[in-house]
């Protein structure tokens, strides 16, 4: 093995998403020296297709599938997911990690205070956007702005570059933090896959690496692993930790569309507006998906005669809050099934995503097939990790979507911060 310049750091933070560059940051803000390890690149965000795919939808890379063929999308760079999100800002449910003994609040507020976190001004929300929450409102749901995490003085209208990474840098993403962290002397190497965590006397004192086919050891009186909720329990696993990878969740959601004759848009923020239906388990928002993208699912389910139709396209997203289930294997295949409950909710959210549609004018109407995002629960709080996010092996703490200890169904990105600013207080304490 070939150590990395046979350097101790203070931590090795593993993966670059919103709550490894938390950690990264803060501890490196304090003074800490950190190396980050990413398995992605850190090539300049250009906001092209063939940037987007790479990161995000390559099989068996970015893209996995289910037993169902349901597509399971996460991103592999620098910035993790982030780079490609719609950039909402949901807080998270406080009760829920109260009840296990961890206060979000201070990490929350501070996250609040220091993000650009607003409804989109009037002039960022699209035509078929603007028509989804007319029609909504008149019929009585409570759709509305929401709230983004944008810098809306370098945004531009009638750009649809969220899905596929924003060219220019309006939209935060986690490589923000990176670069803060870079700049207080942190260290990052990219193309570098971790792939266990080197324990002696249940204590982490470093991590073993693939770096360009090279194996190499870098070590650390800390380690923090936020590759996130799909490649943290490979790396549990691997490390000794074999409970990790178990009842998960992983936010599945279709699109909903229906065409108009009066109205034009296409290239729209996404996500601008919407409504959070708790009490019946799933978030309706609009989407707007890019024309690739929308051509993409159009003709999955063999919607041909609506393939160009996106500008004049009403496109709805149901994102269910899925119930806790399925395993990872080893190697990070997902093994998990659609409950018939999850399948009632879609159909229930299809049935009042169509009544909007039909009251805004819409014809045509048709739903996607299934994908999936945010997977996580894989190292839960009180489960794999404790209160202070640390694993049974001492020095060693995961942070990101994996220890949420619950079914979710929201946008995680802000509690994954918040969680990062209260782990990096632990560890510096």
Same mark, same amino acid.
């Given at each position: 093995m070939k150590g990395h310049n046979t350097s101790v750091f203070d931590a090795v933070v593993v993966g670059s998403g919103p709550g490894g560059a938390t950690v990264a940051r803060e501890l +490196?803000?304090?003074?800490?020296?950190?190396? &980050?390890?990413?398995w992605g690149d850190n090539a300049p965000i250009r906001g092209t297709i063939g940037q987007a795919i790479r990161m995000a939808a390559l099989p068996g890379r970015g893209m996995l599938f289910t037993n169902e063929l349901l597509g399971l999308a996460r991103g592999i760079t620098t910035g993790g997911s982030s780079v490609v999100f719609y950039a909402t800002a949901i807080r998270p449910p406080l009760d829920v990690f109260r009840s296990r003994g961890v206060d979000l609040s201070p990490g929350?507020?501070? !996250?609040?205070?220091?993000?650009? &976190? !607003?409804p989109l001004h009037d002039e960022l929300i699209g035509p078929l956007s603007r028509r989804l929450m007319e029609s909504a409102g008149d019929l009585g749901y409570d759709w509305k702005k929401l709230d983004k995490m944008v810098y809306q003085e370098k945004c531009r209208p009638e750009c649809d570059k969220c899905v596929t990474g924003c060219p220019y840098d309006a939209k935060w993403n986690a490589r923000m933090f990176i670069e803060e962290a870079i700049g207080s002397g942190a260290t990052l190497l990219t193309g570098a896959r971790v792939r266990r965590v080197l324990v002696e006397n249940r204590k982490a004192f470093g991590v073993e690496y693939q770096r360009y086919g090279t194996s190499h050891q870098a070590f650390a009186s800390c380690i923090v692993i936020s590759a996130g909720g799909l490649g943290t329990p490979v790396i549990l696993r691997a490390s000794g930790i074999k409970a990790a990878g178990n009842d998960f969740f992983f936010d599945p959601l279709i699109g909903v569309f229906g065409t108009v004759r009066d109205v034009k848009g296409g290239n729209e923020f996404p996500m601008a507006c919407g409504v959070h239906m708790e009490d019946e388990g799933y978030m309706m928002t609009d989407l707007g998906w890019a024309g690739w993208l929308y051509r993409i699912f159009t003709a999955e389910v063999f919607r041909f005669d609506r393939l160009f139709s996106q500008a004049r396209t009403l496109q709805i997203m149901i994102k269910v809050k899925d119930t806790l289930g399925g395993s990872l294997t080893d190697a990070g295949g997902v093994r998990k099934k659609l409950s018939e409950e999850e399948k009632k909710k879609f159909k229930r959210g299809y049935g009042q995503a169509k009544k909007i549609l039909e009251n805004a004018g819409a014809r045509n109407i048709f739903r996607s097939w299934y994908v999936a995002t945010h997977p996580g629960g894989t190292a839960k709080i009180g489960d =794999? =990790?404790? !209160? *202070?996010?640390?694993?049974?092996?001492? *020095?060693?703490? =995961?942070?990101?979507? +994996? =220890?949420i200890p619950e079914a979710w169904g929201l946008p995680p990105v802000l509690t994954l911060i918040a969680l990062g600013k209260r782990l990096a207080k632990h560890l510096s304490a």
């Open positions: +490196s803000l304090k003074g800490k020296k950190v190396l &980050i390890l990413e929350l507020e501070e !996250a609040w205070r220091e993000l650009p &976190i !607003a =794999v =990790v404790d !209160a *202070d996010l640390k694993t049974e092996f001492d *020095d060693l703490y =995961v942070c990101d979507c +994996s =220890v």
